[in-house]
């Protein structure tokens, strides 16, 4: 029992040492906004704003000198920095890339640190019947499974941003511009807190012990596929609560930390029907308010 105990710590340490490190990226690509739009932006716009206060530099500006500032523009644009995010303009496929990067790091920094109640029960299951051959490579696989899960909802949410983004929807730090559509985002997640996809994917995530029960574990295939298994349970219970990130702005890193909250207090706060359902109430009168008085 020891020796679990100690496997189930390091793997945990490592796992907050990701998360810790996620969340500083994170960090990173939020407080830089600003530098990313000075870059992104044209530098002939830039050289016409300068020239607007003064007019002289207008008229003094050669031909070569605006060809050297088209080509310096078409170099940034070909380039990739992962610290910061597209600001103006239609995305690129480097835009995408970043974006995707953004997308999983968040994912990643979301999600894996309620996954650590159903590693532990997982680890005390396995090592109470003395049938697991390796744990930590056991919840190793288990933590990688989520991570898979994960990964593909950022692919998927990064490619609805790229559309929104690029036909107007949301705005450069991926905040829906239409009030109306805020509010009908805001009450489709309320209303998803009562439906009984989000009763079944929940309980499977509060109470792990009973799924885990559910059938043998044999193997590294057996515990992959109980890890895939679960893992589509927590994203069907939270993959509409990652959607309200278009709401307040996904690069919002303060409403980032609030739905990781929520996400937490829902798979622990007791009487989890009645603090989902007071979730719902929330998110349907929120977006009431935007559909009644934001839009006036």
Known sequence: MKTFKIEYITTLFFLTLLIALAWYYLFLMASNPMDSMMQNK????????????NEMSMNSMSDTEMTMDSMNMNEKNSSINFLMMPMTGKWT???FIVM???????MFAMMLPSTFIFLNIFRMMRSNMQISSNIIIEMIVISFTYILIW???S?????LQYIFHN???VDMMGTLQNNILAGL?????GVFQFTSLKDTCLEKCRNPLSFLMAGPI???GNVAYVGLKHGLFCLGCCWVLMLLLFVNGVMNLLWVVAITIIVLAEKMLPYEKLSSRFLGILLVGWGGVFNTYLTI
Request: charged share 10%.
């Open 100 to 106: 995707f990067v953004m997308w999983t790091v968040m």
């Open 185 to 189: 985002f805001l009450v489709g997640a």
């Open 218 to 220: 044999k193997g590294y």
């Open 42 to 53: 044209n530098p002939m716009t830039m050289s016409m704003e300068t020239a607007s206060e």
């Open 93 to 95: 496929i480097n835009d």
């Open 155 to 159: 692919l998927i949410a990064c490619t």
């Open 151 to 153: 990964t593909i909802f």
């Open 167 to 169: 036909n107007g929807v």
